[in-house]
């Protein structure tokens, strides 16, 4: 049988905007334009290596499911789905679903910059974006240690 990336899945989901009336699905358009990634997708990324750093990290038996689930763009557009789609088979253990898998590490990787998004203090005066996901990092890493 020959090995398919996402077992051929073309569309890769996020919350939809009825989800917390659209609250969640904002603060991902605003952490995404305040962090100053350009696309949907690149802040996806981020979200899924935390929602991997966080599950090795914690042993999270269970991964939160990506609530009503709705599409984002095409799984095309995501550069590492290749990697992705490795660590899901390998590391998760999962040779079917792996996409709705992989979009559940994303989400709890989303909560997790999310809950850092609302805890810091707003800018009081413009940030170089390494400061920012430094301060992201240091955020995850204190989440990791206490649990």
């Known amino acids: 049988m020959e090995y398919q990336i996402f ?13 917390e009336n ?7 358009d605003e952490i995404r334009k305040r962090l100053g990634l350009n696309t949907d997708h690149q802040l996806y990324s981020a979200c899924a290596a ?16 990506l609530p009503d689930p709705t ?20 590391y998760l253990d999962k040779e079917e679903n792996r996409l709705e898998t992989f979009q559940n ?5 989303f909560k997790t910059v999310r809950d ?12 170089i974006e390494l400061d920012k996901f ?6 995850v890493e204190k989440i990791c240690e206490s649990e």
């Open 7 to 19: 077992e051929e899945e073309k569309t890769l989901k996020i919350m939809s905007k009825r989800v």
């Open 22 to 28: 659209g609250k969640m699905r904002d603060d991902f």
């Open 50 to 65: 935390i929602g991997f750093y966080i599950h090795y990290h914690n042993n999270v038996e269970k991964l939160p499911e």
């Open 71 to 90: 599409k984002l763009v095409d799984l095309s557009a995501l550069e590492d789905r290749e990697m992705f789609d490795y660590l899901v088979l390998k």
């Open 105 to 109: 590490v994303f989400f709890l990787g």
């Open 116 to 127: 850092w998004f609302h805890d810091r203090e707003p800018d009081t005066e413009p940030q």
């Open 134 to 139: 430094r301060s992201l990092y240091e955020y």
